[in-house]
Structures are given as C-alpha cells and as structure tokens.
C-alpha cells in the first residue's frame, strides 16, 4: 500500500511538471501558473520565471481576476483598454480616463510622455487592425490576418519601453474566431491580468466585426514570471493587508 501511495505522489508529480495549458477562464490560469511559478521557477534577473508557456483559454469573455488575494483592479483595466482603442500613446489620456497615471507608465514615458507599450497605438500603425478586419471578412481562411507589435527598432531605441509582445495572429476554425498573441516576456502578477483583459476586448471587437463567433484564446510567454515582490502571497494565512502592499503601482 505504501508502495502505491508513494507511486501516485511520483505521477501526481510528473503530472504538475508537465504543465496544464488549457484553461476555462484568465482567472484559472493566473491561479495555475502563480503556483507553478512559485514551486518551479528559476531564479532569473530578480524574478523566478517559466520559459517558452504556452496555454489555451476557451472562455475569452471571462476576462475578471476573481482571486481576493490578487485584488485586481477591473476598473483601471477597462480604462487601459479606452486609452489602446484611442490610439494615443500618450500617458496623459490614460490619465483622463483612469483619473491617474499609474507609476509604471511614468517610468517608461519619454520626455513627451509617450510610450510605445501602448499596444492601441501599435496596431494602428499602417492601419494593421483595419486590415486585419477586412482579411477575415473577405478569406475566413487566411493566414494572414497578423498584427505586428514588436518592429525591431526598440532594441535601439526605447531603453525603458520595449513592448512585451511580438504580435497578435487572428485565425477562423469552424465560424469561430481564434486569437493568439505571443509575448517576449510576461510578468504574471500585473502584466498578464491586464493584457489578457484588453487582449479579450480586442478578440470580442474583432468577432463582432466580422460576425465570426468568439473561439479560444492562446497565450504564448517565452518568459513568464513574477518578481520577488509579488511572491509568497497565494498563502492562505497571509494578511490582506500584505496582499494589498505593492497595489499602488498599478492603481
């Protein structure tokens, strides 16, 4: 007996190792891979990182971080989505819309208070999204319809903006509309809880657009991780108020 129990520790664990990619919803997966992290990242530059994730959501729509330990700021996500639909990469309207500039983004604003991570701003650029929408009204089946994020030339020149994501790919299986985006680099505590909601706004968009139903969204991370900061806090016994500590950054 003991034999058995010891054998089923040992698949439970290979299980774990192996990873989970496909999840109902964000809050799923972000529950997921906080842990995954904690247990099995590698100390990487002050954070413990997983290397080349990959994973699927089937239900795009449901976009909330419901975790209390998190405390997910819902409202500064949909004023981040407002200020990607506006196209202007200036902080000063996500301030307009938020009521406040969260300190990241001062960090990485230009002396015009400009930012290139304003992924809105990004896919405007030659009219990508426009583009993207007529493909998939005219050819379901293209391959094509890709938007381009990361050009190449922030390596030179934006020191403290570099976009976290490569590019956003929309493809048509069945009627229904799939979307892939592939990051760089993904910190999981800020970055992935407010990407994956205006990432599901921009999927919910383009369905409507193209009278497509809404499909699976899939996330690939080269470099999915969390700072030191941000770990230890999916312990049950921890205080809410240590929970809340780093909120301020974003909100």
Not at 13 to 21: C, D, E, G, L, Q
Not at 88 to 117: C, F, Q, T
Not at 137 to 157: F, H, L, M, V
Request: glycine share 4%; aromatic share 18%; hydrophobic share 35%.
């Amino acid at each position: 007996m003991t034999y058995i129990v010891k054998y089923l520790n040992y698949i439970d664990f290979i299980m774990i190792k192996t990873f989970s990619n496909n999840f109902r919803n964000a809050d799923e997966a972000f529950q997921y891979w906080y842990q995954c992290i904690e247990h099995y990242g590698t100390d990487f530059a002050g954070t413990k990182a997983l290397f080349n994730i990959g994973f699927q959501l089937d239900e795009p729509d449901e976009m909330m971080i419901k975790q209390p330990w998190r405390k997910w700021n819902p409202d500064y996500a949909a004023a981040e989505w407002q200020w990607y639909l506006s196209g202007d990469n200036n902080i000063e309207k996500l301030g307009e819309l938020y009521g406040k500039i969260p300190a990241i983004w001062k960090r990485m604003a230009d002396r015009h208070n400009n930012v290139n991570s304003n992924y809105g701003y990004q896919w405007d650029r030659f009219q990508q999204l426009d583009k993207v929408i007529s493909m998939l009204r005219r050819n379901p089946d293209t391959r094509q319809a890709a938007i381009s994020i990361y050009d190449g030339k922030e390596i030179y020149k934006y020191d403290n903006d570099t976009p976290c994501t490569y590019a956003i790919q929309f493809t048509v299986v069945n009627d229904k509309l799939n979307m892939c985006v592939t990051m760089r680099s993904n910190d999981l505590w800020y970055g992935f809880c407010n990407d994956q909601y205006c990432f599901a706004q921009l999927q919910i968009l383009v369905a409507q657009e193209t009278d497509y139903e809404l499909g699976s969204y899939y996330h690939f991370a080269h470099n999915l991780h969390l700072y030191e900061k941000d770990l230890g806090k999916f312990l049950p016994q921890r205080s809410s108020s240590l929970l809340q500590s780093k909120w301020e950054e974003y909100g």
